[in-house]
């Protein structure tokens, strides 16, 4: 957390596509403020660690580059700027908030981003785990990243026969990053129980049909809940409704909403992991 539709909400609210992530202390009404086109000033560093490229230097470095696009690459924010990328992973507890200038750092805040029209972007992380790299080409970075689950290349026929090529419980492989870029615990969980499939079922037991019903619902999935600006479960990331729309994950020993059964929730790969029984039942299928 936060997951694909969390950070593609943070990437449009930079854009100036809403204004979740702005502060409230911006005149009510007011058009969010865009940070496409504008120049960064100067950052402050108040945690060395958070810079994860270059070694030396970043402060120096950054000054001046202009943000000519903000996206997304898997759970990755890219800011793709006038000379190289600005790159951010929020990883568990990260979040972007922009603030009017001149705000006194709040608690947590790790990098302040100061640009040259009246406000801050401040990357505020509590665990300290998120990082920042500063490269002239993010193409190293990303290199060992899967397809897009929205993307082109993600396609049916994909899924199918690169699940059948391997031999791994389904849930672990939809998160590992390697084969499927952003998807992440929630929406593994909810994807899974619209497709009928147990999460520990082996990815080379799962059918073409079956393989076609995931493909679906995981874009299905990510899509509402980018409609709905992500899933809040927390105090890290505020402000999405995905949450209120959730089948399974977070729902243990409450009834399932497809048949009534009792959701249950099991440990699949370290991972607290949400499942109707019912729906999605257990079977020879399963590795331990």
């Given at each position: 957390?936060?997951?694909?539709?969390?950070?593609?909400?943070?990437?449009?609210?930079?854009?100036?596509?809403?204004?979740?992530?702005?502060?409230?202390?911006?005149?009510?009404?007011?058009?969010?403020?865009?940070?496409?086109g504008r120049s960064i000033r100067s950052?402050?560093?108040?945690?060395?660690?958070?810079?994860?490229?270059?070694?030396?230097?970043?402060?120096?470095?950054?000054?001046?580059?202009?943000?000519?696009?903000?996206?997304?690459?898997?759970?990755?924010?890219?800011?793709?700027?006038?000379?190289?990328?600005?790159?951010?992973?929020?990883?568990?507890?990260?979040?972007?908030?922009?603030?009017?200038?001149?705000?006194?750092?709040?608690?947590?805040?790790?990098?302040?981003?100061?640009?040259?029209?009246?406000?801050?972007?401040?990357?505020?992380?509590?665990?300290?785990?998120?990082?920042?790299?500063?490269?002239?080409?993010?193409?190293?970075?990303?290199?060992?990243?899967?397809?897009?689950?929205?993307?082109?290349?993600?396609?049916?026929?994909?899924?199918?026969?690169?699940?059948?090529?391997?031999?791994?419980?389904?849930?672990?492989?939809?998160?590992?990053?390697?084969?499927?870029?952003?998807?992440?615990?929630?929406?593994?969980?909810?994807?899974?129980?619209?497709?009928?499939?147990?999460?520990?079922?082996?990815?080379?037991?799962?059918?073409?049909?079956?393989?076609?019903?995931?493909?679906?619902?995981?874009?299905?999935?990510?899509?509402?809940?980018?409609?709905?600006?992500?899933?809040?479960?927390?105090?890290?990331?505020?402000?999405?409704?995905?949450?209120?729309?959730?089948?399974?994950?977070?729902?243990?020993?409450?009834?399932?909403?497809?048949?009534?059964?009792?959701?249950?929730?099991?440990?699949?790969?370290?991972?607290?992991?949400?499942?109707?029984?019912?729906?999605?039942?257990?079977?020879?299928?399963?590795?331990?």
């Open positions: 957390m936060p997951e694909l539709p969390e950070v593609e909400t943070i990437a449009r609210s930079l854009r100036g596509d809403n204004a979740l992530r702005v502060d409230t202390a911006f005149r009510e009404g007011s058009a969010p403020p865009s940070i496409v950052a402050d560093v108040h945690w060395d660690r958070t810079i994860a490229a270059p070694e030396t230097g970043f402060r120096n470095k950054i000054a001046g580059r202009t943000v000519a696009s903000v996206g997304r690459r898997a759970k990755f924010l890219v800011l793709d700027l006038d000379e190289g990328a600005l790159i951010i992973h929020l990883r568990m507890s990260g979040d972007l908030l922009v603030r009017p200038a001149g705000e006194p750092p709040a608690p947590h805040d790790r990098v302040v981003f100061h640009f040259d029209d009246g406000f801050d972007l401040a990357f505020n992380d509590t665990r300290k785990f998120g990082r920042v790299w500063l490269l002239d080409d993010p193409a190293e970075l990303f290199a060992g990243l899967g397809p897009e689950p929205l993307g082109d290349e993600f396609t049916p026929d994909w899924l199918y026969k690169n699940l059948q090529t391997r031999n791994r419980q389904v849930k672990p492989l939809l998160l590992d990053q390697r084969f499927l870029a952003g998807v992440g615990n929630i929406y593994a969980d909810e994807s899974l129980h619209r497709a009928g499939i147990h999460p520990l079922r082996g990815s080379n037991t799962v059918g073409r049909e079956e393989a076609q019903a995931l493909w679906s619902h995981l874009r299905d999935v990510l899509r509402e809940s980018i409609r709905n600006n992500g899933a809040s479960i927390d105090w890290v990331y505020r402000g999405g409704e995905f949450q209120n729309t959730f089948r399974v994950y977070g729902r243990a020993g409450e009834p399932c909403p497809n048949c009534g059964g009792e959701i249950v929730k099991i440990v699949v790969g370290q991972r607290g992991t949400h499942v109707c029984p019912n729906c999605q039942p257990p079977d020879d299928r399963i590795q331990d």
